[in-house]
């Protein structure tokens, strides 16, 4: 019996040193604003401390660091660790390959801002030796990272003002588990092929499980850029684009490059759901690695020259369901010698064939009710010569496209279907025509209200 009691009072003794010990270190914690693996930062004289390698404070939330932002990201973060960054402006120098201040965020780290209308970080421009380069505020090749809750300005007003070819994007991160939400990005640029002003990109060839969610791309400086530009498997949700309308002389014969929602060389799945893009050229786009398990449903592409474009270069697409999204093509057509269309399946390659495509449900109008055509400036006419609603094209020897579903989209009537290329084993059912009372026959094919079988 005695044993059994002073076992039991020792145990009982342990626990309360046990108790003690936890109640000390919670105390610890408290009184210094430290959590594991987690620091602060504040922008106290962000500006002022850019490229002076300084850092002050301890990290901790009554005294949290600052001084040289770039700095601090890249000597006081390791990986793994949540970064809480305070209120005001962060002036960064960016990422690029000729500037080496701010450095790559380590893996696994979460990047936390105070709120999008809060915490803005900004490109700065007005410090000793800055050259207009091609840069991105942030930027990561390791896994894991999160942004979210701030503002990233990629400041790029001295770019455009001196007509500069350089691309300015606010983030890339290239690994998979990387998550983008409730990011907004201002002020970016892009001018041509080369520097295209990617503005958030996630993921790269074969990566998978990234997230870009309730973010937003506005303001964009340049007219060749793309808003959200995942590579590999994404979630893209509640995301809103807006780009500038496009302008270009109505002579041109070609068009400007602006794409919301680009997404490349997805395979296990990808889904596009909820957006809203403005603007710009297509609404979702890609020409690069096709697509495989792609699923764009329920967005608005609202005043787009196109609303889905799918021209892969280096391989066709599998698995893709365009479904439920409302597209609205603008008027002012751009490129009055080649028609473009609400939705375009096309491949480039000899001996490609794109499989299992559905287009369902879609509603697909003008922006203002009237088509765009040369004729139209000229003479006030109205005319179906420049805008379509559906085309199925390839352009290389072999090619086919097989499996295709075309069912219960509304469509305006005088936007032409075209099918230019062979199709085997094409349902099409139930689609509706507004503003008129048939569909306009293209290539003598009688348009799409119960079609079924070969189609060549």
């Not at 099918?419 to 139930?430: C, E, R, T």
Request: aromatic letters at 8%.
């Amino acid at each position: 019996m005695f044993n059994k009691q002073k076992l039991k009072l020792n145990i009982l003794r342990k626990h309360a040193i046990a108790r003690l010990l936890l109640a000390s270190l919670l105390a610890a914690i408290a009184t210094s604003g430290v959590a594991a693996n987690e620091i602060w930062l504040s922008s106290t004289n962000s500006l002022s401390y850019l490229k002076t390698q300084t850092d002050l404070g301890s990290g901790t939330t009554p005294n949290p660091y600052y001084g040289d932002f770039d700095y601090i990201m890249g000597h006081n973060v390791a990986p793994n660790t949540v970064v809480h960054l305070g209120s005001g402006i962060f002036w960064s120098t960016g990422v690029g390959a000729s500037n080496t201040d701010a450095s790559a965020i380590p893996a696994g780290v979460t990047l936390k801002g105070d709120g999008e209308a809060f915490t803005t970080i900004r490109r700065a421009t007005n410090y000793s030796g800055y050259v207009q380069q091609n840069l991105t505020l942030l930027e990561s090749h390791s896994s894991n990272i999160t942004i979210c809750d701030l503002t990233l300005d990629c400041n790029a007003f001295d770019l455009h003002n001196n007509h500069s070819t350089n691309g300015i994007g606010g983030v890339g991160l290239l690994g998979s588990g990387e998550t983008l939400e409730h990011v907004t990005d201002i002020n970016g640029i892009g001018y041509g092929y080369s520097v295209e002003g990617f503005q958030l990109v996630v993921g790269n060839y074969g990566q998978n499980n990234n997230k870009v969610m309730g973010c937003t791309v506005s303001n964009f400086l340049g007219n060749y850029g793309d808003g959200i530009a995942p590579s590999g498997d994404c979630l893209v949700e509640g995301n809103k684009i807006y780009f500038p309308v496009q302008t270009t002389p109505l002579t041109t014969n070609w068009w400007n490059p602006l794409f919301g929602i680009n997404v490349v060389a997805s395979s296990k799945g990808s889904m596009v759901i909820n957006n809203y893009v403005y603007g710009g050229g297509d609404g979702f786009h890609n020409d690069t690695a096709g697509d495989t398990n792609l699923i764009i449903a329920n967005n608005v592409f609202e005043n787009v020259c196109e609303g889905v474009a799918l021209t892969g270069d280096q391989r066709p697409y599998n698995s893709v369901t365009i479904s439920h999204n409302l597209i609205l093509m603008q008027t002012n057509y751009l490129r009055p010698y080649n028609q473009e269309f609400a939705i375009g399946l096309e491949t480039l390659y000899a001996g490609q064939t794109n499989l299992n495509i559905v287009i369902d449900g879609n509603i697909i109008r003008l922006y203002h009710d009237q088509v765009w055509s040369v004729t139209n400036v000229i003479t006030g006419a109205i005319g179906d010569g420049s805008q379509g609603a559906i085309y199925i094209h390839t352009a290389g020897a072999g090619q086919l496209n097989e499996n295709i579903s075309i069912v219960n989209n509304q469509i305006d009537a005088r936007l032409p279907i075209e099918f230019v290329s062979p199709i085997s084993n094409l349902y099409a059912s139930g689609n509706i025509p507004l503003n008129g009372t048939n569909f306009a026959t293209a290539n003598g094919h009688p348009g799409l209200t119960n079609v079924a079988g070969l189609q060549t």
